[in-house]
């Protein structure tokens, strides 16, 4: 027992990590995604709209196998066609990450967009009559009240990404559930499994308090 809480200990640590690297890149990348996709220009919007449809229309899994296997298909293309032989070393950890982070940065820049839009449009103009400018108003005015409304939406979306982590083993990430499932297979048990459940429900126990807390935290007029 205390080999098999040792060994998924290690697979948490792997799942953790995944967690907040995904968090680290993913919430500021959805700000220029946001940008795009309310931008005036029609080709900027229409290929932020396109990405979003893709990545929101499509399973976190196969972008995971796509994300993986992808830059070596196209490695593959290009010694066949051309002749052009690339070296390729591509982490399977690196690759998880990157599928999650652009995943996640697509569902975080439409909260952002929602939260955005529902700020009044007498609030712009207030602004813009005494002196603002437009990164001001953003950063100064705006920017604090949509975060103060989008952290039950953001909530739900990082304690989403505790499960999510969960897919990585698909490319071979040895992480919590992986770990849970191997050592599930070899006891002829299902204890494991059980317990790599409780280890998750920690995990996202502690990410709703969190959350409670600065929900708590942010509504400084109630």
């Known amino acids: 027992m205390k ?12 799942s953790l990590e ?11 990348l959805a700000l220029p995604v946001t940008a795009a996709r ?3 220009n029609r080709l900027v919007s229409g290929a932020a709209n396109v990405f979003l449809l893709v990545i929101r229309g499509t399973p976190l ?3 995971l196998i796509v994300v993986y296997f992808g830059p070596g298909w196209f490695v593959l293309w290009l010694k066949n066609r051309f002749g052009i032989t690339v070296r390729l070393n591509w982490p399977r950890f690196l690759a998880a990450n990157v599928a999650l982070i652009i995943n996640y940065a697509a569902y975080f820049a439409e909260i952002y967009r929602g939260g955005i839009q529902s700020i009044p449009a007498g609030q ?12 001001q108003t953003f ?6 009240q949509v975060v103060k409304q989008i952290i039950p939406s953001v909530g739900n979306e ?3 990404l505790v499960k999510d982590t969960a897919l990585v083993q698909i490319i071979g990430v040895t992480e919590l559930l992986h770990v849970a499932q191997t050592t599930s297979s070899r006891k002829f048990s299902t204890m494991p499994l059980f317990v790599a459940g409780a280890f998750y429900f920690v ?3 502690g990410v709703s308090e969190a959350f409670k807390r600065l929900e708590k935290k942010l509504s400084y007029y109630r």
């Open 139 to 144: 950063f100064r005015i705006v920017l604090p």
């Open 38 to 40: 309310m931008a005036k």
């Open 203 to 205: 995990m996202n126990w």
């Open 18 to 28: 995944v967690f907040f690297l995904t968090l680290l890149f993913s919430l500021p």
């Open 124 to 135: 712009y103009e207030a602004a813009k009559v005494l002196g603002y400018t437009r990164l």
């Open 61 to 63: 899994m196969l972008q």
């Open 3 to 14: 080999q098999m809480l040792l060994t998924m200990t290690q697979g948490t640590v792997v």
């Open 158 to 160: 990082v304690i989403t």
